[in-house]
């Protein structure tokens, strides 16, 4: 047998051993209900998913002289990484300037955001506390809260930002998403 041969015959078998009609291919395992909660961690724009907890401005500010402004400059105003204030009025100019206070539609979604990928170097990290704190003290920055704001899952839902309506739905039928009737967890 020449060893292309072979290594077909190889392969073959191997394929065979673990894909068998209805059966499972044999590999990993089932996750447990806490893996699944503890990946479970998305918010929605409606603030359905945000934690308990809850972070102040003058935290945030703490917080973020810390574990942001590195990237982010001192005061939202960019560094290495993305301006996160400024660029009131530029959306529909040649220069869109696509900041926080300019551009996000919900303060719910910049939560999940800072939650699951910031900071860049140790996504994850903050705690829930502090996610809040961060989030308030950079609406802070864009002049969406006042300086003694404090934030939950209560409250941050309801924060409307500058452009909440500067969005429209895709109108076509093959990509709509229906809106949810109940938990669409």
Not at 41 to 46: K, L, Q
Request: charge should be negative; glycine fraction near 10%; aromatic fraction near 8%.
């Amino acid at each position: 047998m020449s060893t292309l041969n072979l290594y077909a015959g190889i392969v073959a078998a191997s394929f065979c051993a673990f894909v068998h009609a209805g059966e499972p291919y044999g590999l990993g395992r089932t996750a447990t209900d806490a893996e699944i909660r503890a990946w479970d961690i998305d918010v929605r724009a409606d603030g359905h998913g945000l934690p308990l907890g809850h972070g102040d401005v003058p935290s945030g500010e703490r917080i973020y002289a810390e574990k942001c402004a590195a990237c982010h400059g001192s005061k939202g105003q960019g560094g290495p990484m993305d301006k996160l204030t400024g660029g009131e009025a530029t959306l529909t100019t040649t220069g869109p300037v696509k900041t926080i206070g300019s551009f996000w539609p919900y303060a719910s979604t910049l939560f999940d955001y800072v939650r699951r990928a910031m900071p860049f170097n140790t996504p994850q990290s903050l705690s829930n506390e502090e996610t809040y704190s961060v989030v308030a003290y950079v609406l802070h920055l864009n002049g969406i809260l006042t300086a003694d704001a404090t934030l939950d899952a209560s409250s941050l839902p309801r924060v409307q930002m500058p452009n909440r309506n500067g969005f429209t739905e895709d109108p076509r039928p093959d990509v709509a998403i229906k809106p949810c009737q109940a938990d669409c967890r």
